[in-house]
């Protein structure tokens, strides 16, 4: 475990555990407020994310900064990592092996961050942090708490640009993020 965020975060953008190392331009550790209570989770950098090194900073991150808006967050005041930090080619789902090669970078940022809420943008984070046979479609916006940590998971932003009809049923959960963030941050005030 890495005493610092200083110490992991040159640990991870010097990683060379799996193949996605091979064709990643840059490793994407995260970004935000680093003692954010709130942390969302995505599954890995698309394309504009690992040209700029940063999280969600295409389409869906457009889509993931008005959705915070509506409710009254926005970067400044939450963490937004993912499951894996290098883009998977093509931008294919990140394969088992290699969300294994990855999650200590996660958990050790979770460790150092302490969170009190962590959003799981999508199916795979969903899978991988609250349960393996997560149904996201059924699922999204129940939380759970584990280790002192509630979790939820929600539509990813990437989904909801291709069917937009879900947009509403995916607001629905940021309105409920807002509630939970009302009731048990202290530092994060919306």
Known sequence: MNETWEELKAECLACRKCELCETRTNVV??????DAEVLFIGEGPGEQEDLRGEPFVGRAGQLLDKMLLAVGLDRTMVYIANIVKCRPPQNRDPKPEEQ??????????VKIMRP???VCLGR???MRLIKPDLRIMKEHGQWVERGGIYMMATLHPAALLRNPTQKPEAFKDYLSLREKIREICETTKI
Do not use: P, T, V
């Open 29 to 34: 550790f995260g970004g935000g407020r680093k």
């Open 100 to 109: 294994e090669q990855c999650i200590d970078w996660l958990r050790s940022q």
């Open 116 to 118: 009190k809420i962590i």
């Open 124 to 126: 795979i984070s969903g």
